[in-house]
């Protein structure tokens, strides 16, 4: 019989059925990749690349239309936000489809920091979740943003906030985004460019949710 050290370590590491882990996603992107790896041998990725690069959805079916919101509120926000999305658009297998205008946002959680430069971006996309999570987190790093506290001052931050219809929940990742029914500067952008596109938890659409009393902050165009 197992001692009691044993069974809360068991506890400890074992996932609950049906969980979803950073590990099963990282091994189900590696069976894609070498998926398309034995495409190569036969000329199918080419085919595929082509069909993406041309925007021929019936050739790239796994193509996938993804919904972020970008914020800085350090240094030249709206630079920072340009330069956010060109990394964007030059990552292997994702292309920009949409940009919203920018909105001056009140800061959220810690609210004695300089306001927000916030937008939202719409992509078209090959790439699995959690890839393109730790591409957005590169891109960050590389714009330099550094660790802070929770809601504090940040040079960029780029959230994936809808993925077509996708609900996952795993140790890095959420989708949809988990508080952005309740974030106005999420909202208003976002609605700007994709006012149609579903909350596949809710079924309502982006532009009910900003519509909601309950979209939290001030969230105002900037005329450019």
């Known amino acids: ?49 082509h069909g993406f690069v041309a925007g021929d959805w019936a050739v790239c079916g796994a193509l996938m239309r993804v919904h972020l919101s970008l914020g800085s509120n350090v240094g030249d926000r709206k630079a920072n936000l340009e330069a956010a999305l060109d990394a964007l658009g030059q990552l292997d297998g994702v292309r920009v489809t949409a940009r919203s205008s920018c909105y001056e946002t009140e800061p959220v959680g810690v609210v004695d920091q300089p306001a927000f430069l916030n937008m939202a971006a719409e992509v078209e996309t090959v790439l699995e979740p959690l890839e393109l999570y730790e591409a957005a987190k590169e891109i960050e790093k590389d714009l330099g943003r550094e660790p802070t506290a929770r809601w504090g001052p940040r040079t960029i931050d780029i959230d994936i906030v809808l993925w077509g219809d996708r609900v ?29 596109a579903i909350d596949p938890v809710t079924g309502e659409t982006v532009a009910a949710l900003a519509a909601r009393p309950q979209a939290q902050g001030q969230a105002d165009r900037v005329q450019d």
């Open 1 to 49: 019989m197992p001692s009691r050290a044993e069974t809360s370590q068991a506890c400890r590491t074992t996932p609950k059925a049906g969980a979803v882990t950073d590990a099963s996603i990282l091994a189900r992107q590696r069976r894609k990749r070498n998926r398309v790896s034995a495409l190569k041998g036969n000329g199918e990725f080419d085919r595929i690349l």
């Open 168 to 196: 996952l929940e795993s140790d890095r990742i959420t989708l949809p985004h988990r508080e952005f029914r309740n974030r106005a500067f999420v909202l208003a952008p976002l609605a700007e460019i994709a006012p149609d």
